[in-house]
């Protein structure tokens, strides 16, 4: 149901872990949906991503994502990382199962959270919850399969 | 690659015996059993052959086995039939939280069209008590449909006591007894039920074969329209081959049952002991009442599915009651209905066992499972670090 590139990064994700004082810290989805993505950055100067760092709970689908766009941002500038898309980063990982691409696609919006909080100069996690009630209320009810 | 099986409660490997006897009903016997000529009685003789042989596995008779495509169906038919059958008495079904979704998603469909379903709550064991069912009974309760043994945590619902209890109100029992065959004995005398589901490939037999127990005398409102196979109640030419192959898998199955699931219990006690040596892991389930051969663990700050993969790239096959499995972001209602918070549930596994493994498998998956849990911990933003 994967693709090759999916499993590699899968199980051979590039840039784990966390940067100590980093620029900026972006956090999406939630346990109750059974993902979580956290993204650091270490931003320089000239406005270029130099580092960049993920941690992340969830399925191969959210793992794989989250190891992608560590490695299609390092080295771009934040303009140009804040224009990548959740759908370009499943395309560079040759597709994903129609379900994951509503479900367990958010590495996109991890990042741009972490740049918003660099550009907000603010290290604060932004935990936002953003489902309610007791059930995960992302839109993904067509997953069959 | 080494391969390793242990999702038995998925399904499980077809029976070679089982297949021998299936084969001439693929091939020459290819008769349909409703022909008068030769090819029609050969086959005829086949299916009520297996009839016998499933309901001696069930202490039934023949006449109360009613051959469908699996338990969906017989699930399907005895819920709808019965509610149907019954409407005029009343129009409160009792089940549980607990069910699988062939009975659960019946029970809603039934809400839906105007019955009033009560869903017991369970412990944290998964379990239904036999009081819960009692304060529920109203005098409009027409039917009680609780399962023998849960398909996720293998807890054992003390089934013959509500059964007695149904009895007592003059309300119709039915049980789902798909995970029980094969693994615990099964008599519908013993456990006081009306009607019995059951499914062949969960005891290796073919799949899309199934059949249901219904009592003598309970009557059964038809849905499906057709021909006059299975006295009405299940028109449509009959799988033969598949018939054949549940008859001789049931046969099987409760043969030196306590011998086989005692062997199996103590594979399943040694992986449950490596197991939960693992830090910050739970046992969900009954820690006794519970099948021989289930074993289901959460793995705290890892998520089931790829915990799943992972195991699949060692040739391990497992399940898991994780949302990412399970074709929604929810996590199992079983685990939830349990009172598991989402990232326990998130992180459950299930391991089945059958009558092939062997010690070495265990203890081969007792070897990788720690390094797959301390790889993906290491990527969790939710993991703190070891106790040690
Ligand atoms: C408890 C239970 N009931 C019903 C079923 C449905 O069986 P089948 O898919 O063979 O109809 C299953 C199998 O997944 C089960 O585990």
Same mark, same amino acid.
């Given at each position: 149901m994967y693709t090759e590139q999916v499993m590699d990064h899968f199980t051979n994700p590039r840039n784990v872990g966390e940067i100590e004082k980093a620029d900026g810290v972006g956090e999406v989805g939630n346990m109750k949906c059974g993902d979580i993505m956290r993204i650091y950055l270490k931003v320089n100067d000239n406005e270029v991503i130099e580092d960049i760092k993920f941690r992340t709970f969830g399925c191969a689908a959210a793992i794989a994502t989250s190891s992608m766009i560590t490695e299609m941002v390092k080295g771009k500038t934040i303009t140009e990382a804040m224009k990548i898309t959740n759908k370009q980063v499943a395309a560079e990982l040759g597709g994903l199962p129609a379900p994951k691409m509503h479900c367990s696609n958010l590495a996109a919006d991890a990042l741009k959270k972490a740049i918003e909080n660099y550009q907000g100069n603010n290290n604060q996690v932004n935990n936002k919850i953003e489902e309610t009630g007791n059930n995960c209320n992302r839109d993904c009810n067509n997953c069959s399969y | 690659?080494?391969?390793?099986?242990?999702?038995?409660?998925?399904? #499980?490997?077809?029976?070679?015996?089982?297949?021998?006897?299936?084969?001439?009903?693929?091939?020459?016997?290819? %008769?349909?059993?409703?022909?008068?000529?030769?090819?029609?009685?050969?086959?005829?003789?086949?299916?009520?052959?297996?009839?016998?042989?499933?309901?001696? &596995?069930?202490? &039934?008779?023949?006449?109360?086995?009613?051959?469908?495509? %699996?338990? *969906? +169906?017989?699930?399907?038919?005895?819920?709808?039939?019965?509610?149907?059958?019954?409407?005029?008495?009343?129009?409160? =079904?009792? #089940?549980?939280?607990? +069910?699988?979704?062939?009975?659960?998603?019946?029970?809603?469909?039934?809400?839906?069209?105007?019955?009033?379903?009560?869903?017991?709550?369970?412990?944290?064991?998964?379990?239904?008590?036999?009081?819960?069912?009692?304060?529920?009974?109203?005098?409009? *309760?027409?039917?009680?449909?609780?399962?023998?043994?849960?398909?996720?945590?293998?807890?054992?619902?003390? =089934?013959?006591?509500?059964?007695?209890?149904?009895?007592?109100?003059?309300?119709?029992?039915?049980?789902?007894?798909?995970?029980?065959?094969?693994n615990i004995p099964v008599n519908v005398k013993d456990l006081n039920v009306d009607l019995l589901s059951l499914t062949a490939h969960k005891f290796y037999g073919p799949k899309g074969v199934g059949a249901l127990y219904l009592r003598k005398g309970t009557r059964l409102n038809v849905y499906h329209y057709g021909g006059a196979q299975e006295r009405k109640l299940r028109p449509g030419t009959e799988n033969v081959p598949g018939i054949v192959g549940l008859g001789k898998a049931i046969e099987l199955a409760v043969k030196d049952l306590e011998a086989k699931t005692n062997r199996i219990k103590v594979l399943r006690d040694r992986l449950q002991e490596g197991l939960l040596a693992i830090e910050h892991t739970k046992l969900n389930g009954h820690p006794q009442q519970r099948l021989p051969g289930n074993l289901n663990v959460s793995i705290l700050f890892v998520e089931g599915e790829s915990l799943i993969l992972s195991l699949d790239l060692k040739g391990i096959a497992v399940s898991s009651g994780s949302a990412c499995t399970s074709g929604s972001l929810d996590p199992s209602h079983v685990l939830m209905a349990m009172g598991l918070d989402h990232q326990t549930a998130h992180g459950s596994l299930r391991f089945t066992l059958g009558v092939n493994n062997t010690e070495e498998e265990i203890d081969y998956v007792l070897e990788v499972l720690p390094d797959i849990v301390t790889r993906l911990r290491s990527m969790s933003p939710v993991y703190k670090g070891s106790n040690k």
């Amino acid at each position: 149901m994967y693709t090759e590139q999916v499993m590699d990064h899968f199980t051979n994700p590039r840039n784990v872990g966390e940067i100590e004082k980093a620029d900026g810290v972006g956090e999406v989805g939630n346990m109750k949906c059974g993902d979580i993505m956290r993204i650091y950055l270490k931003v320089n100067d000239n406005e270029v991503i130099e580092d960049i760092k993920f941690r992340t709970f969830g399925c191969a689908a959210a793992i794989a994502t989250s190891s992608m766009i560590t490695e299609m941002v390092k080295g771009k500038t934040i303009t140009e990382a804040m224009k990548i898309t959740n759908k370009q980063v499943a395309a560079e990982l040759g597709g994903l199962p129609a379900p994951k691409m509503h479900c367990s696609n958010l590495a996109a919006d991890a990042l741009k959270k972490a740049i918003e909080n660099y550009q907000g100069n603010n290290n604060q996690v932004n935990n936002k919850i953003e489902e309610t009630g007791n059930n995960c209320n992302r839109d993904c009810n067509n997953c069959s399969y | 690659m080494r391969k390793v099986y242990l999702d038995h409660a998925a399904t #499980t490997p077809l029976n070679e015996e089982v297949l021998n006897e299936m084969l001439p009903y693929l091939k020459e016997h290819f %008769g349909n059993p409703s022909s008068i000529h030769s090819f029609g009685r050969e086959a005829r003789r086949a299916v009520e052959e297996s009839r016998e042989r499933v309901a001696a &596995a069930l202490g &039934a008779s023949a006449e109360e086995i009613i051959f469908t495509s %699996g338990a *969906t +169906e017989a699930n399907n038919l005895a819920i709808r039939g019965i509610a149907r059958a019954q409407q005029k008495k009343g129009n409160h =079904i009792i #089940t549980s939280a607990v +069910e699988h979704h062939a009975v659960y998603d019946t029970c809603a469909a039934l809400q839906k069209e105007g019955f009033d379903v009560t869903f017991l709550p369970v412990d944290e064991y998964g379990m239904v008590s036999v009081d819960a069912v009692a304060a529920a009974i109203t005098d409009k *309760t027409i039917l009680v449909t609780i399962m023998l043994a849960n398909n996720e945590v293998g807890t054992i619902m003390p =089934i013959a006591e509500i059964g007695q209890l149904c009895r007592e109100h003059d309300i119709i029992f039915h049980t789902d007894a798909v995970q029980a065959i094969g693994n615990i004995p099964v008599n519908v005398k013993d456990l006081n039920v009306d009607l019995l589901s059951l499914t062949a490939h969960k005891f290796y037999g073919p799949k899309g074969v199934g059949a249901l127990y219904l009592r003598k005398g309970t009557r059964l409102n038809v849905y499906h329209y057709g021909g006059a196979q299975e006295r009405k109640l299940r028109p449509g030419t009959e799988n033969v081959p598949g018939i054949v192959g549940l008859g001789k898998a049931i046969e099987l199955a409760v043969k030196d049952l306590e011998a086989k699931t005692n062997r199996i219990k103590v594979l399943r006690d040694r992986l449950q002991e490596g197991l939960l040596a693992i830090e910050h892991t739970k046992l969900n389930g009954h820690p006794q009442q519970r099948l021989p051969g289930n074993l289901n663990v959460s793995i705290l700050f890892v998520e089931g599915e790829s915990l799943i993969l992972s195991l699949d790239l060692k040739g391990i096959a497992v399940s898991s009651g994780s949302a990412c499995t399970s074709g929604s972001l929810d996590p199992s209602h079983v685990l939830m209905a349990m009172g598991l918070d989402h990232q326990t549930a998130h992180g459950s596994l299930r391991f089945t066992l059958g009558v092939n493994n062997t010690e070495e498998e265990i203890d081969y998956v007792l070897e990788v499972l720690p390094d797959i849990v301390t790889r993906l911990r290491s990527m969790s933003p939710v993991y703190k670090g070891s106790n040690k």
